[in-house]
């Protein structure tokens, strides 16, 4: 890591949820010189007013993210700290609030790695508020390049966030009452999980010209296709990134499609590990360390299916959610360390 750009460390977050904060490494340049935040055309703003498919905060694969270590901020789900608020949509800072603002620059050289911390629910440019956030918390690999709400993030701005693992749940029975029994997914060896992510800024419209709270920093995380161990859980899971990879995608002159595509492979799983956990996850008023300890699921009282706001595919620290792992927040020690 490079450059530190978190002013308060986040609380550790067991059970992260949507618009919560956590901890994103990306690389970008320091520079006055911003981007034009114009969207790319009339219709990708309309075509983006509502989420693909299998983008959506909503249900997808099991996710929502977990801190155990340092995960998403302490602040209540919906709000966001100083550091990330919004700017407006198509406005562009002074060149010489820029820095100060945090405006994005990601081309060109002496781009360098940063910590800092971001939104959960990627915000496009285009957006009139912020509430399209907590349905984009995921984005599948496989359309990321192409929806309207990601492609442009795709492009420029990629990320890793990192976590401890990730929830997911899997279906007891057959039929739509089957009780689903929540795992915990984490790397075998407990090292941090670094899931694939894209971010972007977007600006409040109500705040002047060089105030730092004018630009929100949001982010969704990569899902893909879950393998081995997760597969049998649940058919999606966050995109992994591994260290020999990372340069390459958080690389801003990257801008090759295929070559981009090529470090979203399936995820290969043999890595992980996973065992049930309380059904205590499936509501996002539970937090604490607790919800990551191993259960026995038979002697489990039959839960409930996990919240709808609730992550599904990629959420850092549990399945479906984050902990401190998948698109959760894992402590930004680890980040320090691992980036």
Request: hydrophobic content about 40%; some cysteine.
């Amino acid at each position: 890591m490079e450059r530190d750009r978190v002013t308060e460390s986040l609380q550790p977050d067991y059970n992260v949820a949507p618009t919560k904060p956590v901890y994103a490494v990306l690389t970008r340049k320091e520079s006055g010189a911003r981007e034009a935040a114009a969207p790319e055309s009339a219709a990708d703003e309309s075509a983006a007013s509502e989420p693909a498919a299998g983008e959506s905060a909503g249900r997808e694969p099991a996710g929502r993210e977990p801190a155990g270590r340092e995960p998403a901020g302490r602040e209540p789900a919906g709000q966001t700290p100083a550091a990330q608020k919004p700017a407006a949509p198509g406005s562009a800072a002074p060149e010489s609030a820029a820095a100060k603002s945090g405006a994005p620059s990601p081309d060109g050289q002496d781009a360098v790695r940063e910590l800092r911390v971001v939104r959960w629910g990627l915000v496009p440019f285009w957006a009139k508020d912020l509430s399209i956030g907590s349905r984009l918390i995921n984005a599948r690999a496989e359309t990321v390049s192409t929806k309207p709400a990601f492609r442009r993030a795709f492009a420029r701005r990629r990320c890793l966030l990192p976590a401890d693992g990730f929830y997911e749940w899997q279906a007891a029975g057959d039929g739509p009452r089957a009780r689903k029994q929540p795992y915990f997914i984490h790397r075998a060896d407990g090292s941090v999980l670094a899931f694939a992510g894209v971010y972007e800024l977007w600006r409040d419209q109500t705040m002047p010209d060089g105030d730092p709270d004018a630009w929100l920093w949001t982010a969704a995380i990569i899902t893909t296709r879950a393998q081995d161990e997760v597969g049998r859980i649940h058919d999606r899971m966050p995109m992994v990134i591994e260290p020999a990879r990372w340069a390459d995608w958080l690389d801003p002159g990257q801008a090759d499609e295929a070559a981009l595509h090529a470090l979203l492979a399936p995820a290969v799983s043999s890595g992980l590990t996973s065992y049930p956990v309380s059904t205590e996850v499936n509501s996002v008023r539970h937090n604490g360390p607790q919800l990551m300890e191993p259960v026995d699921p038979d002697a489990e009282p039959a839960g409930t299916a996990p919240a709808e706001t609730a992550p599904a595919e990629t959420a850092p620290a549990g399945a479906g959610r984050a902990a401190a792992g998948d698109h959760s927040d894992a402590s930004r020690g680890a980040a320090d360390r691992l980036f």
